[in-house]
């Protein structure tokens, strides 16, 4: 069975890119440009692992965390951080919201896929 992931960044290109690195690695994907959109995708896509950004308009990545861990539904969802920050404080910050991992931009798609395989079993 496929594995969805729903990525949430307020970049396309970088969307695109992950599209690009998790559909050749056999994975559906869903692209969605900040945490307000990504919520709303949640619910619609019932993904099996998350990959999200952290500055992004609208709603951040930590709230986007933060609201996610707040429904039942998505407390036990593998999310991924994948940003530009590296400060150990955000990374922190990103934990305590209920983050799965951290990967730091630019990312190397083969170690991001298995990352992916790796949260999602």
């Known amino acids: 069975m496929t594995k969805t992931i729903l990525t949430v960044d307020d970049s396309r290109v970088m969307r695109d890119m992950l599209a690009l690195a998790l559909r050749r690695a056999g994975f559906a994907v869903t692209g969605a440009e900040d945490g307000a959109r990504g919520l709303e995708a949640l619910a619609a896509v019932a993904p099996d692992a998350v990959v999200t950004d952290i500055n992004m ?56 896929v298995a990352a992916v395989r790796r949260v999602c079993g």
């Open 57 to 112: 308009p609208r709603l951040d990545g930590f709230g986007f965390i933060e609201a996610a861990r707040a429904d039942a539904r998505w407390r036990a969802l593998p999310i991924l951080v994948l940003t530009t920050e590296s400060d150990a404080e955000k990374k922190e910050r990103a934990r305590k919201a209920g983050a799965t991992g951290w990967i730091v931009k630019p990312f190397d798609p083969e170690k991001l």
